[in-house]
């Protein structure tokens, strides 16, 4: 498998690949991913000149790690297949897909990757893909392209695209995402794939933008796409265990491992229940925040 296939990306943040002022040094702000876009933030008339600052970023600047993410155009453009090129050649570690509506979409853009890699001398199955879901079609198909490539680390869901073909609005409330939501993560989690939240756009809404994180948190999203530096500590803070999850975690690695050397199935930790079905969870809580630097423990 890739190393790079399970990281941790509880924020990954859209900029412009148009302004070359925000492309120079988003590190600063210590997202987990970057996404570098081609897409719908760039004028169609200047999607020549965005391909050229990308390719230039790609190759000079030192992200520090920071996941370069490019969000390429939909395969119903003229732009794709130029936009793969450029992101190869450049480096880019993942693309995504946007408007994917079947598993075909991303078998075609890995083609074209392979031929990319092969052209430029990256090593081939180096460049990662991931899939925004923006339409109903997409929606629906989920599993399928969950399932479509080795490549493909997970969906995310594209809320304003995707509430424009339901026919309805983004209220804040989330009703009109609900369904999506529950059916994109119950697809990705049958995959074995990773699931990222929408934007979330009104940027003076600080309060309902967490209210919003803490929600598709507990839905079982891995993170979510972002649009601006102010709400990546509000993500890292909700993705992130605290301390006293992390405390109770290793308590119930431990007393599992110990109970079960006892023939004992069932017992309690701080007065709740605990058998098997708790482990991997809390497994999961100590690998969340050791990849998130707060956990430096062996289990
Ligand atoms: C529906 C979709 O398709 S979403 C995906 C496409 N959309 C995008 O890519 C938009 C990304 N976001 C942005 O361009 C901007 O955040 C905007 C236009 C929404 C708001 O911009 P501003 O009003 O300037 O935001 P704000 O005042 O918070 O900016 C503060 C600082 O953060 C920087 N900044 C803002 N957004 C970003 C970003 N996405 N990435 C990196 N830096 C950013 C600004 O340049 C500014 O830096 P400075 O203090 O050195 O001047
Ligand atoms: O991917 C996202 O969240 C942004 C986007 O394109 C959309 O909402 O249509
Ligand atoms: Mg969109």
Not at 115 to 129: I, M, V
Not at 139 to 159: F, K, M, P, T
Not at 209 to 237: C, W, Y
Request: hydrophobic share 40%; glycine share 8%; with cysteine.
């Amino acid at each position: 498998m890739h190393p790079n296939k399970k990281r941790l990306r509880r924020s990954m943040m859209f900029l412009n690949c148009q302004k070359p002022g925000l492309i120079k040094d988003p590190y600063i702000y210590k997202p987990d991913s970057i996404m570098l876009d081609l897409e719908d933030a760039v004028a169609e008339n200047q999607k020549d000149a965005a391909r050229y600052s990308l390719f230039h970023a790609l190759q000079e600047i030192d992200y520090h790690g920071v996941e370069r993410v490019v969000r390429i155009n939909g395969l119903d453009t003229p732009h794709w297949k130029e936009d793969i090129r450029v992101c190869v050649a450049g480096g880019a570690d993942t693309i995504r897909i946007a408007k994917t509506e079947t598993a075909q979409d991303v078998r075609t853009v890995e083609e074209h990757v392979l031929a990319a890699e092969r052209e430029f001398g990256r090593p081939e199955g180096s460049t990662l893909l991931m899939a925004a879901l923006e339409s109903c079609k997409g929606v629906l198909n989920a599993l399928e392209v969950c399932q479509s490539s080795d490549r493909l680390i997970g969906i995310a869901l594209s809320g304003g695209d995707y509430t424009k073909d339901l026919q309805t609005t983004i209220t804040g409330t989330g009703v009109e995402l609900m369904g999506a939501r529950q059916h994109m993560i119950m697809a990705a989690r049958a995959a074995g794939v990773q699931c990222w939240d929408t934007v979330f756009t009104n940027l003076d809404d600080m309060e309902g933008f967490e209210k919003e994180t803490r929600m598709i948190k507990l839905m079982g999203f891995d993170g979510k796409s972002l649009v601006n530096p102010r709400q990546i500590a509000v993500v890292h803070k909700v993705f992130t265990p605290a301390e006293k999850e992390i405390v109770f975690a290793e308590k119930v690695v431990r007393e599992i491992d110990d109970k079960k050397a006892k023939g004992i199935g069932v017992f309690t930790v701080d007065g709740k229940m605990i058998d098997i079905a708790f482990y991997d969870g809390a497994k999961r809580t100590l690998a969340m925040a050791k990849a998130a630097g707060v956990y430096k423990g062996e289990l």
